[in-house]
């Protein structure tokens, strides 16, 4: 029997995921130790529709500590697609004495699941969520993924890139099949309550003026999430061990972005400058055409329609 092990799945890509398995009729085992990045409410939340489905198992587990537990939870003969999406997220607290929280959550777990899948056997596919922050800050634009070796801009982005070498290198010498998707800023419904256009939603609605870092050109290839999902199930069967990006090809600066969120929710929006922070980058932009090539990944959603979809999800 097919089963998915999906890491993080309470989180906003996570529990997604999980809900778009279980609607595909798949038996689905989720793993999550509910770290207080954000608050574990919106998690629980997040993860509360898939909790009604017989098909859902949830393991409130830390995936930094022994494994053992996840035997009792598979048969050998199942065959097991792995999402390794759990991980600590976001660039700016990455720094100073909570960069061991990122080497934890990042790297020991992401070394720790593949010690396990590679002892296990029987893994259809080990497919990791990477992240554009791996790039840092590169000479030439879009971001392809030949370039020479990229250089994070963040600590966060170290321990990203870190894991990546990871589940390349079990590839490469143990033969797990694996594929890392870098995913370029994502939103839509769940994003987390940390994430730009999340904060200038409730801002927005709030009648406050949003907070930018920096001077608000800096620009961002947004993805919708329904976009990266999609990529996520096509990359079951890119076992090849590739990193390819996910990037919605929506690359605008903050300040257009605002403007259409001026526009979707048909107000006028203030906007307060304060200095940019340490780690953030001033363009990301994709390529996306080896995730096209590879697996037939393009992505369809437009700003303003995402944008639409966050409004209406946090206006609930
Ligand atoms: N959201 C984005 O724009 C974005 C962009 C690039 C990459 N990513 C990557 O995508 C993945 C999901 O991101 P997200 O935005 O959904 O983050 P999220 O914080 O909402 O979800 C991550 C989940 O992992 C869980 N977790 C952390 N450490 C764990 C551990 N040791 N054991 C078990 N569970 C643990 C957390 O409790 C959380 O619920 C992450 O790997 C992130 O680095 C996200």
Same mark, same amino acid.
């Given at each position: 029997?097919?089963?998915?092990?999906?890491?993080?799945?309470?989180?906003?890509?996570?529990?997604?995921?999980?809900?778009?398995?279980?609607?595909?009729?798949?038996?689905?085992?989720?793993?999550?130790?509910?770290?207080?990045?954000?608050?574990?409410?919106?998690?629980?939340?997040?993860?509360?529709?898939?909790?009604?489905?017989?098909?859902?198992?949830?393991?409130?587990?830390?995936?930094?500590?022994?494994?053992?537990?996840?035997?009792?939870?598979?048969?050998?003969?199942?065959?097991?697609?792995?999402?390794?999406?759990?991980?600590?997220?976001?660039?700016?607290?990455?720094?100073?004495?909570?960069?061991?929280?990122?080497?934890?959550?990042?790297?020991?777990?992401?070394?720790?699941?593949?010690?396990?899948?590679?002892?296990?056997?029987?893994?259809?596919?080990?497919?990791?969520?990477?992240?554009?922050?791996?790039?840092?800050?590169?000479?030439?634009?879009?971001?392809?993924?030949?370039?020479?070796?990229?250089?994070?801009?963040?600590?966060? &982005?170290?321990?990203?890139?870190?894991?990546?070498?990871?589940?390349?290198?079990? /590839?490469?010498?143990?033969?797990? !099949? =694996? *594929? +890392?998707?870098?995913?370029?800023?994502?939103?839509?419904?769940?994003?987390?309550?940390?994430?730009?256009?999340?904060?200038?939603?409730?801002?927005?609605?709030?009648?406050?003026?949003?907070?930018?870092?920096?001077?608000?050109?800096?620009?961002?290839?947004?993805?919708?999430?329904?976009?990266?999902?999609?990529?996520?199930?096509?990359?079951?069967?890119?076992?090849?061990?590739?990193?390819?990006?996910?990037?919605?090809?929506?690359?605008?600066?903050?300040?257009?972005?605002?403007?259409?969120?001026?526009?979707?929710?048909?107000?006028?929006?203030?906007?307060?400058?304060?200095?940019?922070?340490? &780690?953030?980058?001033?363009?990301?932009?994709?390529?996306?055409?080896?995730?096209? /090539?590879?697996?037939?990944?393009? !992505? =369809? *959603? +437009?700003?303003?329609?995402?944008?639409?979809?966050?409004?209406?999800?946090?206006?609930?």
């Amino acid at each position: 029997m097919k089963k998915y092990l999906v890491t993080g799945c309470a989180g906003f890509i996570g529990s997604t995921l999980t809900d778009k398995l279980l609607s595909e009729g798949a038996s689905v085992i989720g793993i999550d130790v509910f770290r207080d990045y954000y608050d574990v409410n919106i998690k629980r939340r997040n993860i509360a529709s898939a909790l009604q489905n017989p098909s859902f198992t949830l393991l409130e587990k830390d995936l930094s500590a022994n494994l053992g537990f996840l035997n009792n939870f598979t048969d050998s003969s199942d065959e097991l697609v792995i999402y390794h999406l759990a991980a600590q997220a976001g660039v700016r607290k990455s720094w100073g004495s909570d960069f061991r929280i990122y080497t934890r959550d990042n790297i020991d777990a992401t070394q720790n699941l593949l010690e396990w899948a590679y002892d296990r056997g029987g893994i259809k596919n080990f497919v990791y969520a990477s992240s554009s922050s791996i790039y840092g800050v590169p000479e030439v634009l879009p971001m392809t993924e030949d370039q020479t070796v990229p250089i994070p801009h963040s600590p966060y &982005g170290v321990t990203k890139l870190a894991a990546e070498n990871l589940v390349r290198l079990y /590839t490469a010498n143990m033969g797990l !099949p =694996s *594929v +890392s998707l870098r995913f370029f800023t994502v939103y839509g419904p769940r994003q987390r309550p940390d994430m730009a256009f999340n904060r200038f939603i409730r801002s927005a609605f709030n009648g406050k003026a949003i907070g930018v870092f920096g001077n608000g050109r800096q620009t961002r290839d947004f993805t919708y999430i329904d976009d990266i999902i999609n990529g996520l199930r096509l990359a079951e069967n890119s076992t090849k061990g590739l990193a390819m990006n996910l990037g919605g090809g929506n690359r605008v600066t903050l300040l257009h972005t605002i403007e259409t969120l001026a526009e979707v929710m048909d107000r006028k929006i203030e906007i307060e400058f304060s200095e940019s922070k340490l &780690g953030d980058v001033p363009d990301t932009w994709a390529s996306a055409e080896l995730a096209f /090539t590879e697996m037939g990944w393009k !992505p =369809s *959603v +437009s700003l303003e329609e995402g944008l639409k979809q966050e409004v209406n999800w946090l206006s609930g």
